[in-house]
């Protein structure tokens, strides 16, 4: 066998077969024919704001039609002290891509619940809430035309964006998050930021992660396969992590 060949039955093994089997998976799970019949209100998940607290929230949810057997879409949510109310901000693929409050902070995103990726509260969250506001801030992509669904920059490359310029936040997205590791031109190679990680980006297209943060993952065409060695669990592309405990 060639090595183009063995190449060839790696990907397909490893990213297409897995990819192949969540859609099977997703095609016959029961959602919503379209955004309109679909529910987008607050699912509950976070608490009442209470005046005297700080937080920062990373969430998640599957996306809406079949795009959801391979993707989640993230969003970024604060909670600043002295307010009653949470702020959302998401990037999307219409009008003005990044939007503050249009949605429930922790509204279902196409009926699908969304899960906390990782969270900050206290003075912790109090001291990290202006770097979230100048990464945001200086998001590059935040004019209209600046959404490209794959392989970015679309709603997980601007939550990446801002994770990766808010190290002390220590939260990384969800290997199904399809578009957090787009790089612009040839892409990018070195240390994270939080210096936990060794990445390798091609344009989002191709790449490997290695590191105490992320274990060791291999990217392609936005699907990622690897090991989580923090929580002993396989990532399987499309579906996630599968934790063994």
Known sequence: MTIALRLAALVFVFFLLPALATLAWWSITDRPDSWRGATWTSSGLLPPPAADDAGIYVLAARTGGLKGALSVHSWIVLKRPGETTYERYDKVGWGSPVRRNHRDADGYWYSNPPYVVHSVQGAAAGQLLPQFDAAIAAYPYAEPGGYRIWPGPNSNSFVANVLDAVPGFGGR????????????????????????????????????????????????????????????????PGYGTISVY
């Open 173 to 236: 997205l969800p290997p199904n998050a399809v578009g957090r590791d787009y790089a612009p031109g040839l892409g990018t190679f070195g240390m994270t930021p939080d210096g936990r990680d060794f990445r390798v980006s091609l344009g989002g297209y191709a790449g490997f992660t290695i590191g105490a943060a992320s274990g060791i993952e291999f990217h392609f065409l936005g699907l990622v396969a690897g090991v989580d060695l923090k929580r002993l669990g396989l990532k399987v």
